[in-house]
C-alpha cells in the first residue's frame, strides 16, 4: 500500500503567492523525496530530507518534515506560472522500497 | 547528459500482440524500477532490479516481465497485452544506497514515459 499521501489533491494560486503541500505517511522513514512532474512528462527530483533533518531548502523550495507527527510540507515561495505541475512524496523506510503517494496538482494562474 | 530513455514514447497496439518497451541509462546506476501511473492510483512500482541479473517483483508485476542481462538496460515485455495495461509507464534508475538494505534509497531518475494504449 501508498506510504505518503499528499493534501490538497488540487491547489490553484495565483501568481506570486506562496504554495504549500503536505504529505503524511504511516511508518518510519530513512528519507523523504518531494518530486515534480509535468503533464505527462517524467518525476523529477526536488529535494530529499533525511529523517534526521528537520528542514532544507533549495531556491524557492522548503520542505520540513516532522517525524512525531509523520509529515512532511513543501512550500513553494513566490510561485510562477512555470510552477504548474503535479508534485509527489515519495518514502523510503528501512528495508523497503521507495513509495509515491498520488500528488498535489498545483496550478499557478498568471 | 545524464539520463534514461524509454523508447517507444507513444504506442497502439491489440490485445495479446507482445510488446516490449526499452529502457536504458547511461549513470551506471546498479537499481532500475519499472512504474505506472493511472489516474487515482499514483504511481505504482511493476519490477524492479538491484543490479545485474537480479530482478524482483513490484506491487503490480501480473502480465509483466523484466530482464537484466546488461547493467544499462532494463526492458519491460508484455507477452500478451490487456486493454487493462493501457497506462502510462515510467523507468527510472538510481545509485544504491550504501547505508541500510533495500531499495536504493537515493534519488531516481526517470525517463520521460512511454503512453501504452491496448485495444
Known amino acids: 500500500s501508498q506510504q505518503g499521501e499528499e493534501d490538497p489533491q488540487a491547489l490553484s494560486i495565483q501568481e506570486g503567492e506562496n504554495a504549500t503541500m503536505n504529505c503524511s505517511y504511516k511508518?518510519?522513514?530513512?528519507?523523504l523525496q518531494w518530486y515534480r512532474q509535468n503533464s505527462g512528462r517524467g518525476l523529477v527530483h526536488l529535494i530529499l530530507?533525511?529523517?534526521?533533518?528537520r528542514e532544507k531548502h533549495s531556491g524557492r523550495l522548503r520542505v520540513t518534515l516532522d517525524t512525531s507527527k509523520k509529515s512532511s510540507s513543501l512550500l513553494i515561495t513566490a510561485s510562477r506560472a512555470a510552477d504548474t505541475a503535479s508534485y509527489f512524496c515519495?518514502?523510503?523506510?528501512?528495508?523497503?522500497?521507495?513509495?509515491f503517494g498520488e500528488g498535489t496538482q498545483l496550478t499557478v494562474n498568471p | 547528459e545524464a539520463q534514461v530513455t524509454q523508447n517507444p514514447r507513444y504506442l497502439i497496439t491489440v490485445t495479446g500482440k507482445k510488446l516490449t518497451v526499452t529502457c536504458s541509462q547511461n549513470?551506471?546506476?546498479?537499481?532500475m524500477s519499472w512504474y505506472r501511473q493511472d489516474p487515482g492510483l499514483g504511481l505504482r512500482q511493476i519490477y524492479y532490479s538491484m543490479n545485474v541479473e537480479v530482478t524482483d517483483k513490484g506491487d503490480v508485476p501480473e502480465g509483466y516481465k523484466v530482464s537484466r542481462k546488461e547493467k544499462r538496460n532494463f526492458p519491460l515485455i508484455l507477452e500478451s497485452p490487456s486493454p487493462n495495461q493501457t497506462s502510462l509507464y515510467f523507468c527510472a534508475s538510481s545509485s544504491r544506497s550504501r547505508t541500510g538494505v533495500g531499495q536504493g534509497a537515493n534519488v531516481l531518475t526517470f525517463g520521460a514515459g512511454s503512453r501504452l494504449t491496448v485495444l
Open positions: 515519495a518514502t523510503k523506510a528501512s528495508g523497503s522500497r521507495l513509495t
Open positions: 549513470m551506471n546506476h546498479e537499481y
Open positions: 511508518t518510519s522513514i530513512n528519507n
Open positions: 530530507i533525511r529523517s534526521n533533518e
